[in-house]
């Protein structure tokens, strides 16, 4: 089942897009904020930086390439990169492109459009981010404006380790009242030590900073670089921004940005689509992110869990030690688009873990 | 299965498109013959003329929006939107369209396309059904020339109420022998009203009346619309046309306005398919419609039937009292042409009668 989340959304946007094919678009980057001892309790110690890498060519090409030793693969909750995969598997996404906004090693992939845009990591919030904003603000504008495809509709999703902390700093440094509308992506949120982060964060900020100076110490390159590739984009092509509080991050820097420039949006054709487990999170609140927008969204979530699998892993989803990335949600709400069922996905992940 | 109905079909046609998308175009009117007291068992009883626009919303959207009290929705023969609709949710076609062709009621649905031409609902045929046929046949013709699609193919399907009676009038007044060959969409067909509106009918048509002016009396806006598609889109691109006899009366009227302007038909990218209810209908006779054609016609039916369903409403269906429309036909070949089985098309047509 296909749900809405904000009051305003309209179930045709959804409806209009079943059968249509689909670019999945993944967005990587690395922030140094992942690096701070003890904020997440994802990926492999000591390699978190490779979870976009990883997650990228997983997702392409269903082997985990920039790992030698394949034994350091986590063994706790698997990656929401598994159910993407699942997806393209079961009900192929007509293409895939990766944007490669600042990896310390790139996705070792060949044949599929990898967009480089000569980004660099970021540094972590808790000194200062360090990102020159405007001009790569600039370069997600121009990406939106000069992307074109032959498919009908883009999905895009993400990976960034520790994105979740950068994209509530980056919410409250913009002044939005969110405390506590944002969490991690993991059950057991380790919140003195992510809510001390954002605290420094958040005190880099000089009364004077203009928008682009603020977003440079406290955000990271997804949000900076996917605000602009929206305004670029302008409604050209149906866009669906896959994922949870870091999208709707995404949303509010937009948001922001339009309100200090004066400017407009049209979004008929813009939508965010998430999970069931982000949205029944009672540690964060995706609708309420959403309606301190000015513009209207649509905005889904697939009712999918693995209430159908007995795997311990993929019971941790339920459990809600996992939620989003990786565009699982709306790759979810585009194998449902395409007629596959609750047991066929179930199956496919189930084939990932042996 | 798929199955001929007339000796000249080629499977190949149809073999052809296996695997192929599809736009399904749903054509839309209202005749205020439907409202002569006790002409049709269809729909709601004072909301008739509601069903197509109910029809292409569920159609589209899965959900029935132009009628405020939900209790109200009819409790017998249930609508072969169920069929389409199903069929769009296992294996969606790649796009729908609407083509509002006289409608009391526009439904109400966003983002699809919905093509408006300016077209009333037509007047009870009884009294003279008052069309301006040579121009709605312009319209239709306007349309195919310059319809274009990403789609392979095209599967028409219509909803008009009390289409049949049009239908057969239409056919009767242009002079085809054919009587007998017509039914209604249901099984104790109230033939003596149908009769009497018919003869009403065939009475108000004057021995000077070129072929407009007798379709503009008796005929309703699907028909002569249609007719007009057909020969505007002049064979480009791979036609189906989902119904039973009233398809087939509208390939009656282009044989007779073809007859009477000395005109040529290519019809090699086109066809007709429908049910096994209409095929196997002993009150109608298909095949019979068809071959008094003067072109070759690819014509198909599916064999699907609700024999694995233990369900009264979907029963009836197979006690002859529903039999085609809203391209239940045609989406049921489609479904084939897809890889769909009678299991999957049962169970998901079940889950909305709850």
């Not at 977003?215 to 390159?221: A, I, P, Q, R, W």
């Amino acid at each position: 089942m296909i749900n809405k989340i904000t009051k305003n959304t309209k179930i045709d946007f959804i409806e209009n897009l079943r059968g249509k094919n689909a670019t999945f678009m993944l967005a990587l980057s690395n922030t140094e904020t992942a690096n701070i001892e003890g904020i997440t309790q994802a990926g492999i110690p000591g390699m978190l930086h490779l979870t976009p890498t990883l997650d990228s060519e997983f997702v392409a090409t269903g082997e985990v390439r920039s790992l030698e030793d394949i034994a350091k693969t986590p063994k706790g909750v698997p990656t929401p990169a598994l159910i993407t995969r699942a997806i393209h598997l079961l009900k192929p996404f007509h293409n895939i492109e990766l944007l490669n906004l600042g990896l310390k090693n790139p996705p070792k992939v060949e044949y599929f459009k990898i967009h480089n845009f000569d980004i660099d990591p970021s540094d972590a919030i808790d000194q200062d981010a360090k990102i020159d904003a405007q001009e790569l603000f600039q370069k997600g504008i121009e990406f939106g404006q000069n992307y074109t495809t032959s498919s009908e509709y883009i999905i895009l999703g993400e990976s960034v380790p520790s994105g979740t902390t950068t994209a509530k700093a980056t919410a409250m440094a913009l002044g939005y009242d969110c405390k506590d509308y944002f969490s991690s992506s993991f059950k057991n949120v380790p919140s003195n030590i992510k809510d001390t982060t954002i605290e420094k964060a958040l005190n880099n900020i000089d009364q004077n900073d203009e928008i682009f100076s603020i977003l440079g110490k406290v955000s990271d390159n997804m949000l900076i670089f996917n605000a602009g590739f929206i305004l670029g984009l302008n409604n050209k092509i149906p866009l669906i921004l896959a994922g949870g509080t870091q999208m709707a991050a995404v949303l509010l820097v937009v948001n922001k940005i339009l309100e200090v420039m004066d400017g407009q949006i049209e979004t008929s054709n813009l939508a965010l689509i998430t999970t069931s487990w982000v949205y029944n999170d009672e540690n964060s609140d995706i609708e309420a992110l959403l309606d301190m927008l000015n513009f209207p969204i649509n905005s889904y979530y697939s009712d999918f869990d693995f209430g159908l699998s007995a795997h311990p892993a993929l019971k941790l989803y339920d459990d809600g030690e996992a939620k989003e990335g990786v565009g699982a949600g709306g790759a979810l709400v585009y194998g449902e688009l395409n007629g596959l069922s609750k047991e066929q996905i179930t199956s496919k992940v189930e084939t990932f873990l042996g």
